[in-house]
């Protein structure tokens, strides 16, 4: 049964690299847990928490980048990459299945079942994929090698006490930054591409502020944590109906079925744009835990 993954508990007196050392081997542990139940299951929960863990393994490696070993993250960030292509797809069918067509179809209407079971057929060609890709050598390498960083020494002098903080506001500036200027002057006008961009930019901000939050205090980054989950809801949502609207046109979807969809994401997206303004300007007010 899949788990809550948790972030590396660290602390300010580490160096940055042994910080990342640590949030490495946290990471590796989670991925490991998740790959085991999706071999084991075909638990859609297992599968989402290996896409999550896999994003947030890449996030990590950028964050930390100056701090590991030169050229890590452009050795293990394709293979990263790859895995995580494979594991999406499972995810994005696995949403239409559950989700997306118990919302939509009637379940007597002309082509519903025959369109059912070839997106279960579909369902089982990409698990299996995902399988074969976990399985594989390529796979055993990448985790060789975040084996190998992870178990590294680190021969320089220890850092003063303030470094690893000082590491860590740098990378949430850059990561709220980033949040900025993807939202742009009115974020209520991005279209579908440009809510897409903000939903990554917020999932990786929210990703370092739980990595770091407990630096400062975990109660502090608490408040700006949960205006990050309420944006990343309101886009999450608009963005699993477009995801499964693409998936129903390219699986050659009934008429009538496809019609219901276009319908249901115009509703979405005019509620992410009514919501949209007002969830920016409260992670604006937000207290910024790493300046306390």
Do not use: Y
Request: aromatic share 4%.
């Amino acid at each position: 049964m899949a788990t809550q993954a948790r972030p590396a508990r660290l602390d300010k007196a580490m160096s940055p690299a042994e910080a990342a050392r640590l949030s490495i081997a946290v990471s590796l542990r989670q991925l490991q847990a998740s790959a085991d139940g999706v071999l084991a299951t075909d638990d859609p929960e297992c599968v989402h928490q290996l896409h999550a863990e896999l994003r947030r393994l890449r996030a990590m490696l950028r964050d930390f980048r100056k701090a590991l070993g030169p050229g890590l993250e452009s050795l293990a960030v394709p293979d990263l990459a790859w895995i995580a292509k494979r594991a999406g797809d499972v995810r994005d069918l696995d949403v239409l299945a559950l989700e997306t067509l118990p919302a939509l179809a009637e379940p007597n209407a002309k082509g519903s079942r025959s369109f059912e079971a070839r997106v279960a057929r579909q369902r089982r060609e990409a698990r299996r994929r995902l399988r074969a890709a976990l399985r594989s050598r390529r796979q055993a390498a990448l985790m060789s090698t975040l084996s190998r960083e992870r178990d590294a020494t680190d021969d320089r002098p220890p850092p003063r006490p303030a470094s690893l903080r000082k590491f860590a506001a740098k990378a949430l500036r850059r990561r709220l930054r980033r949040v900025r200027a993807v939202a742009g002057d009115d974020v209520a006008t991005l279209d579908a591409a440009g809510r897409h961009r903000l939903r990554i930019a917020a999932r990786k901000l929210r990703q370092a502020a739980e990595r770091f939050g407990p630096l400062w205090s975990a109660h502090a980054a608490r408040s700006f944590v949960e205006r990050l989950a309420t944006l990343q809801d309101t886009l999450g949502a608009a963005n699993d109906i477009a995801v499964g609207t693409r998936l129903l046109a390219a699986l050659d979807a009934p008429a009538a079925l496809m019609a219901l969809a276009h319908e249901r994401l115009v509703d979405e997206e005019a509620k992410a744009a009514r919501h949209l303004r007002a969830q920016v300007a409260a992670l604006e007010k937000a207290p910024r835990f790493w300046k306390r």
